[in-house]
């Protein structure tokens, strides 16, 4: 079906922002940066499900607005954290930074209503290059050298991207961005996959998170932590539901980040192991690809990206306003920084599924979705790691933040926090209680109706809302929940001095990766080396000798023959400038005889060859 009215593409306002922005001298240019988002949530709100922006590019059908419900929901909280996320920067006075983050919102809408590979590819690489400067921007060597880091890996998922799409179209031509089977799958479907799982930091793909994250500027981490991840979740959504390898996958990442996340120091470190763990439960409720997981995943990736976003929030404002994210350096700022805490907490018992707040209503609905689908092990594991969550992030880090044994810190000098950093955290803390209490407002967002069927679900065209068959108020699901946390938090109170955090740097993956790319370049280094030297060697007792004996052969040719052409010119031209001196004597007669002379010449000549 192609559709002709009722879209407005909410990519636009960001990309004119970007470009408007470096001419704009005048004052009040801050405020240009709110209209994207505003005009992004009426665009949302007002879209009817169908095809827009089709064009037909040199035999290339293109497809810029695919909308139906999966679309949608993602749209919809990226509008929401948008705004949010810009309010929280209102104060930079950077317009470099507004830029790279308005062409990276611009890149995640465009990547969530393409409709062909060639068009998702675009937005794709855009969203790596704007996501890249938020990194740079915060303008220190470890960030600068955090930011190389993140683009080399993501500049190696964009590559499979392109090799699968590519290989793809050779072989059935066509660009379609749809489901895809996991019984058919060919090699080329492998390598999109993968692609995709290095944004969704599917370990052991996942090490760029933890290492550029918490290097990027205080707001620029908040808007990389809710785009680049949840951005590849619902492309594998959109390609890759039913695939089990991402259930398993899924869970690993669950487990794998709330272990590190509890071993950290840096709070935006822990933040970012996390992000790890929570988008596990998405990738893990995907490969499932039951209505239930899928929907599961969905609304899982709207709540993380708040309380996400919130966590950072407070999180950048600690360091903002202290200097420091460490936790073995902070402690004992509840009373100096009591909204900040208050927000903070708030987050930390949403990521922890507590009862009263969005993550209750998301992260339940996936670990049901996987008991249900008789994946009771995968259920298992994402409970474990839900423990681990409330341990390291709803416990841990606010503890040792903002008490942690320590008395009122009094003598740190905090920096003034702006008033739009609270508009903002107020913002995201409001959402996060108002979907926990009323679970309604995201699940009629829900693409996928729970119906009778096998195979994986296919998203609904009707943008309405409709029973998902869920609800997670029950006297079971609360009392579980309450249990679990409960439990949780006697346990941290008994080793809270033993998981006391240390100034350390743990490391992941990346000791891999630097092992391996060592191997690497000593691998092309060494034989390169040896060539050269063998190249040298040749040279000085061959190509040195008969460079010599060439220039000395050039040297002769340049004193007998050049020079002797030359400085014969040269003499004769100088011999007759002498005789033509002297001729010129001054004297009347003798020019008169020398023209009497050469007449009679002429005469002569003329007389006898007549």
């Not at 810029?64 to 990226?78: T, Y």
């Not at 179209?169 to 492998?190: C, K, L």
């Not at 209490?437 to 996928?448: E, R, S, V």
Request: charged share 10%; glycine share 12%.
């Amino acid at each position: 079906m192609t559709a002709t009215s009722s879209f407005l593409h909410p990519m636009i306002g960001f990309l004119a922002v970007a470009l408007i922005l470096p001419m704009w001298k005048a004052r009040g240019w801050k405020w240009l940066i709110l209209f994207p988002p505003l005009i992004a949530i009426a665009a949302v709100l007002g879209m009817d499900s169908g095809s827009y922006w089709q064009f037909n590019y040199l035999g290339v059908d293109l497809t810029l607005g695919r909308v139906d419900k999966l679309s949608v929901i993602f749209a919809h909280v990226f509008a929401v954290q948008g705004l949010i996320g810009f309010i929280f920067a209102l104060h930079l006075k950077d317009k470099y930074q507004h830029i790279a983050a308005s062409l990276y919102v611009g890149g995640a809408f465009g990547c969530v209503f393409a409709g062909d590979y060639l068009t998702l590819f675009i937005f794709w690489e855009l969203m790596s290059v704007a996501s890249t400067f938020l990194v740079w921007l915060n303008l220190s060597d470890v960030s600068t050298r955090a930011g190389f880091r993140y683009f080399a890996f993501h500049t190696l998922g964009g590559l499979l991207l392109l090799a699968g799409l590519l290989l793809r179209y050779g072989d059935i031509g066509s660009f379609a961005f749809t489901a895809i089977d996991p019984m058919n799958a060919n090699y080329y479907d492998w390598l999109i996959m993968l692609g995709f799982c290095v944004n969704a930091a599917v370990v052991p793909l996942h090490a760029w998170l933890p290492d550029a994250y918490p290097e990027g500027s205080v707001t620029g981490s908040v808007f990389m932590s809710a785009f680049t991840t949840k951005t590849a979740v619902y492309v594998l959504a959109r390609a890759f539901g039913g695939w089990e390898v991402l259930a398993v996958a899924g869970v690993v990442m669950a487990l794998y980040g709330v272990f590190y996340a509890t071993i950290e120091n840096n709070a935006r470190r822990i933040l970012s192991y996390h992000i790890v763990s929570q988008v596990g439960y998405m990738v893990a409720g995907v490969g499932i690809g039951t209505a239930m997981t899928m929907n599961g995943a969905c609304a899982h990736a709207y709540a993380h990206i708040l309380y996400k976003g919130l966590l950072f929030m407070t999180t950048g404002t600690l360091l903002y306003a202290c200097g420091t994210a460490k936790l073995s350096e902070l402690g004992g700022l509840a009373a100096r920084m009591p909204w900040v805490m208050i927000c903070y907490v708030v987050a930390g018992l949403s990521i922890s599924g507590m009862p009263l707040f969005n993550g209750f209503i998301s992260k339940t609905m996936t670990i049901t979705g996987a008991a249900q689908a008789h994946h009771t092990w995968l259920a298992l594991g994402m409970e474990v790691a839900a423990v681990g969550t409330f341990l390291s992030v709803g416990i841990k880090l606010p503890y040792f933040a903002f008490w942690g044994g320590k008395p009122v810190d009094k003598t740190r000098k905090i920096k003034p926090i702006p008033t739009n950093m609270y508009i903002a955290m107020f913002m995201g803390a409001g959402l996060c209680l108002l979907q926990g209490i009323f679970p309604g407002l995201l699940y009629n967002l829900l693409p996928y109706e729970v119906v009778g069927g096998h195979g994986v679900p296919e998203p609904s065209q009707i943008l309405a809302g409709f029973d998902v068959g869920y609800v997670p108020w029950t006297t079971g699901h609360v009392l579980a929940s309450v249990l679990l946390l409960g439990f949780t938090g006697i346990a941290f109170y008994n080793v809270r001095n033993i998981i006391k955090p240390h100034p350390s740097r743990n490391l992941d993956f990346d000791f891999l990766y630097r092992v391996i790319g060592n191997m690497v370049r000593r691998l092309i280094s060494l034989p390169l080396a040896a060539i050269d030297g063998v190249w040298t060697s040749v040279y000085r007792v061959v190509g040195l000798k008969w460079l010599m004996g060439f220039a000395k052969g050039a040297s002769i040719f340049d004193r007998r023959a050049i020079d002797g052409v030359v400085d014969g010119s040269a003499y004769t031209v100088r011999g007759i400038g002498r005789t033509t001196a002297k001729a010129q004597t001054g004297a009347l007669q003798d020019y008169l005889a020398f023209a009497v002379l050469l007449g009679l010449g002429i005469f002569a000549l003329i007389w006898f060859t007549a």
